[in-house]
Structures are given as structure tokens and as C-alpha cells.
């Protein structure tokens, strides 16, 4: 049986240093498996199920930073760069996983949006007119001030190379060792992860991972739905018989509610040539019903964040359900 393998990818945004963002993607990420699966849980801390995050948060850090230079006085210098404090996000992750797992439904979310102060309508996307949803329509400098770092992902060679780099180097090895991957994918961290898995299924130079391909792509929270987006992706010039990734056994995307990086929160729809041209099989594009994000930050509720996805129950089945599959 192959080894199973799971590789996460992060969002926009300034980030912890690697060691810290890991320690909390990976306490999340098994605790939420602990809410479906004892067994799925096991089998990530035993390490029969591998994990490796890629990680881009330093590049994130130095071109918010750039932009917005007055905010290392919020963050940290180790070694040299600059990071998120250690620390940080502890205590409101701790309120997250206290939250017993039959009080994620609507119900709960409504009442948890009556306690706390609602962030929903200030998320970092929406509060400069869902720019991501709109970065090629909106005008250059709002963007490049608001979201410096996905501006340089989608339009500098150097820059986007760097960040798809820092996916490509764990799933190709991965691939090929011929491991049963998983990619679990979040906002930004989707267009990259998109980007990617067209490249090594159709650039010549990456021929020897043309026929392998990735057991499961889950997306969260993603803008993928959006044409602005599309028309954003590394295949979006490409002719007819070259567009989009073939290398999907299934896709399953789930976005929560008022989450408006996910504003369009369905993608079978959009990616529906991607069946038509047989680069995925009928029925392997799966949206999910909208669930509810309960994490909830030093401002209040946000119902876009990673670690919110990764301790709900509902992506933690699919998650699980995936580990479980011989």
C-alpha cells in the first residue's frame, strides 16, 4: 500500500516562522481529526500518514512589509526577517478546539456572531471591495497597497516562481516515490496549488509527473470560483487543449459561510470543461455545503482562517476519509 501524504498549503497574509505556523496547522489539523477519527488522528501523529506543510510565509512577510513597512512593529525579527510573535495565536486556538464537536452547525454560529465582535464584514479582502475577487479589475495601486503579496504572485515571474517553488519541492517528491497524496489547500495557498499541479502535468519538463496524479485536492476558503481569479491562473492564455490540471483524481472545495475571499463558493461550475476534456473524471469536482468557521481572533469572528477550516468536522471527514482509503 503507498504511503500516504498529505501537503498543506497555507493562504495570504503575514505569517509565523515556519516552525511556529507548522506546530499550529498540525495541532489544529489533529484535533479536528480527533473530533471524526480516533484512527485518521493516529495515523498523521505516528507519522504513517506523512504531512509537510508548504510553507511561503517569509516571502508573504517581506512583500507585505514592503508595502506596509510600519508593521514589523506588531512582529518579530528572527534571523534576520521579520515573522508574526510566537505565540500569538495560542489562546484563541485554544478557544477553538474547546468548542465540542456537535456545536459546529448554524445554530451555534448564529449565537457565537451574537458574542463576539463580527469581523465578517472587515476580512482583509473585503474591506478593500473584495480586491482579490477583483485584482486584475481594480485599479494597480489599491491592490499592490491592500494585497501586495498576492500582486507580485500573479504578476512577477520571480516572485511567483519563489512561492510555487516552496509546493512543488514536497510534491515532487512525493510523486515520485509514487505516495497517495493529498493536497489541502487554503485561499491564496488554492491558486497556488492550481498553478502547480497544471505545471507538472502539462510543461515538457516535468513529463516523468504527467501521469501521476494526486488522490485528493481540498480547497478551502478559495477564490477559485471567481473569473477575475481565473483569468489570473498560470493556464489562462493557454489554448483549448491545454488548459487546466489533469493530473485531479477529485476535487472537493468547501467554503464557509461569509467568508468572501470564498464570496463565489462553488467551483464545479467553473472548472466544468475541466470534465468535458476528460481531465478529471464525471462527478470528481464536489462542492460541499457552506459550513460554519468558528474561529474567533483578537478583533473578532473570521470566519476565513486555516485553522478554523482544519478543526471543523466536516473538512476533517474528508480529510479522514481519505487517510482511511486503502
Not at 448564529?110 to 485584482?135: C, F, H, T, Y
Not at 487543449?241 to 472545495?253: E, F, K, L, T
Request: contains cysteine; proline residues 5%.
Amino acid at each position: 500500500m503507498p504511503q500516504k501524504h498529505l501537503v498543506l498549503i497555507h493562504g495570504r497574509a503575514t505569517k509565523p516562522v515556519r516552525e511556529e505556523k507548522e506546530r499550529l496547522v498540525n495541532k489544529a489539523l489533529l484535533h479536528g481529526l480527533e473530533r471524526v477519527s480516533s484512527r485518521a488522528a493516529e495515523a498523521v501523529r505516528s507519522g504513517r500518514a506523512a504531512t509537510s506543510l508548504a510553507y511561503y510565509g517569509d516571502i508573504n512577510n517581506r512583500l507585505v512589509l514592503a508595502a506596509e513597512p510600519h508593521r514589523k512593529a506588531e512582529m518579530v525579527e528572527i534571523d534576520g526577517a521579520w515573522y508574526e510573535r510566537p505565540g500569538s495565536y495560542d489562546a484563541d486556538l485554544d478557544k477553538l478546539l474547546a468548542r465540542p464537536t456537535e456545536h459546529h452547525g448554524a445554530t451555534h454560529y448564529a449565537q457565537l456572531l451574537r458574542e463576539v465582535p463580527d469581523r465578517r464584514w472587515r476580512d482583509d479582502v473585503a474591506r478593500v471591495g473584495s480586491a482579490i475577487l477583483n485584482v486584475f479589475g481594480l485599479g494597480h495601486r489599491t491592490v499592490i497597497a491592500q494585497l501586495p503579496d498576492l500582486w507580485k504572485y500573479v504578476t512577477t515571474r520571480i516572485e511567483g516562481s519563489a512561492i510555487r517553488d516552496r509546493l512543488q519541492r514536497p510534491l515532487i517528491a512525493a510523486l515520485r516515490e509514487s505516495e497517495d497524496v493529498a493536497i489541502v489547500a487554503h485561499s491564496m495557498g488554492c491558486i497556488v496549488s492550481y498553478d502547480v499541479l497544471w505545471k507538472l502535468s502539462r510543461m515538457s519538463e516535468y513529463r516523468e509527473f504527467h501521469q501521476r496524479r494526486v488522490s485528493l485536492w481540498l480547497t478551502l476558503g478559495s477564490p477559485l470560483g471567481e473569473p477575475a481569479v481565473q483569468r489570473g491562473l498560470y493556464d489562462s492564455n493557454e489554448p483549448g487543449d491545454g488548459r487546466y490540471p489533469n493530473n485531479i483524481r477529485h476535487w472537493v472545495n468547501i467554503a464557509a459561510r461569509d467568508d468572501f475571499v470564498a464570496h463565489d463558493a462553488t467551483v464545479a461550475d467553473d472548472f466544468r470543461k475541466m470534465v468535458k476534456r476528460g481531465c478529471i473524471g464525471a462527478d470528481a469536482i464536489v462542492d460541499r455545503p457552506r459550513m460554519c468557521n468558528f474561529w474567533v481572533g483578537t478583533e473578532g469572528s473570521n470566519p476565513h482562517k486555516f485553522y478554523g477550516y482544519l478543526d471543523h468536522p466536516e473538512v476533517a471527514r474528508e480529510i479522514a476519509a481519505w487517510i482511511e482509503q486503502p
